[in-house]
């Protein structure tokens, strides 16, 4: 499988509705350019990770504008897309950080809310709510397992995603540059704990005056850096693959199988 992760910059002087159109544009650049099989965006790219004032402003329904244009991408491109996150309103008027995935078709294939929130009770932490559902998409060619930027730092959720059948997790976020060694340190120990392959997407430029750390990242299931971009300017990152590599790991290495403690 193909990959490419897109690492967006936000420009607070760029519209929401421009910015969709210019990455939905990319989306489709990059994946006939490169033969991609998934693309990858960036949490919260339509405001910034970071843009707390923003989300209540923007903030729109599951299948709003974003879910519109982003469909429509997949399906002009014909590959599966996971269109990193929106502010999202749900019917009852609440917030969640939502992710989005839609089949080369532009059906949405999964959506999932952000279990763990950033903020230290401010900001996202007392804006969103909490999701409650792991979730995994299958694929014809393997199963992703979804999370979101500060869901890294919690080991738990991806040993559920990998016990749900995950062989890759794809982790899109909007990560800041002052900790930009902990979202290396993390996409690589997820990687390895799980024997799964990371994709991890982030954002570059500044959100709300927040340095973004950029250094979007793919790993494999030893832990080896199959390609990483660089920390300050957008820019798309494209991997291959080698599914069959997680497999091989876990037989090869089968420690998952003395787990003790659920």
């Known amino acids: 499988m193909r990959a490419s992760l897109l690492q967006i910059a936000v420009d607070d002087d760029e519209s929401v509705n421009s910015r969709r159109q210019r990455v939905s544009s990319l989306v489709r650049e990059v ?3 490169e033969g991609s099989d998934l693309v990858v965006l960036p949490e919260l790219w339509t405001t910034g990770a970071f843009a707390y004032e923003s989300f209540e402003a923007e903030a729109e329904p599951l299948e709003g504008p974003t879910y519109e244009v982003m469909a429509k991408a997949a ?7 996971h269109a990193g996150s929106i502010p999202e309103r749900a019917p009852d008027g609440s917030l969640y950080n939502t992710s989005l995935v839609f089949s080369p078709e532009g059906e949405l294939a999964a959506a999932y809310r952000k279990i763990h929130r950033f903020g230290f009770d401010k900001g996202e932490a007392v804006m ?16 992703l397992g979804l999370a979101t930027c500060y869901d890294l730092r919690f080991p738990e959720l991806f040993r559920g995603l990998v016990d749900a059948g995950a062989e890759v997790f794809v982790v899109p976020a909007g990560w800041p540059a002052r900790r930009r060694e902990h979202w290396s340190l993390f996409a690589r120990a997820r990687a390895v704990e799980d024997q799964v392959f990371v994709l991890a997407c982030g954002t570059a430029g500044t959100h709300a005056g927040v340095p973004q750390a950029g250094v979007s990242v793919v790993v494999d299931p030893w832990g080896t850096v199959l390609g990483e971009a660089g920390g300050e300017e957008e820019e798309f990152l494209t991997v291959d693959l080698d599914l069959g590599k997680v497999a091989e790991t876990r037989e090869q290495f089968p420690a998952l199988k003395d787990r003790r403690l659920s």
């Open 75 to 81: 399906r002009e491109a014909g590959v599966w897309l």
């Open 31 to 33: 994946a006939g350019r």
């Open 128 to 143: 969103m709510g909490a999701g409650t559902e792991l979730v995994t998409v299958r694929t014809p060619e393997t199963v």
